[in-house]
């Protein structure tokens, strides 16, 4: 099993940027994938990008693409999301999670969660 503690979420304007952070432990955190996901009052949750356990692939829904960059510290047990250019359709909680093996895409690969962090973006 893996703990997953999510920071860096807050109120930004549109235009502006946040990065979030997830610390991981429990697990040999270089050995999975790690995601990040997001959810919308109202709306299911959806998946946002991934990164495999070396960090050497990536992959983003099409509606981030550009804007915000998923990376990871193995050394430090931490996963991140750079946010850029936010919109107001970005506003969610948005939750790390970590794959159970070394690459992960849809959500029931993913075998743990983190308890979520409120985007909020004002237009």
């Known amino acids: 099993q893996v703990q997953l503690v999510e920071s860096g979420g807050g109120l930004v304007q549109a235009g502006g940027s946040l990065r979030l952070s997830c610390a991981a432990s429990?697990?040999?955190?270089?050995?999975?994938?790690m995601g990040w996901f997001r959810q919308a009052p109202g709306k299911e949750r959806e998946f946002v990008a991934a990164?495999?356990?070396?960090?050497?692939?990536?992959n983003y829904v099409d509606s981030v693409k550009g804007r915000f960059t998923i990376s990871r510290d193995n050394a430090k047990n931490t996963v991140y999301l750079q946010m850029n250019s936010l919109k107001p359709e970005d506003t969610a909680v948005y939750y790390c999670?970590?794959?159970?093996?070394?690459?992960?895409?849809?959500?029931?690969?993913?075998?743990?969660w983190g308890q979520g962090t409120q985007v909020t973006v004002s237009s």
């Open positions: 990164i495999s356990w070396s960090g050497g692939n990536t």
């Open positions: 429990g697990r040999t955190f270089s050995s999975y994938a």
């Open positions: 999670a970590a794959g159970t093996t070394g690459w992960a895409l849809r959500e029931k690969n993913f075998g743990s």
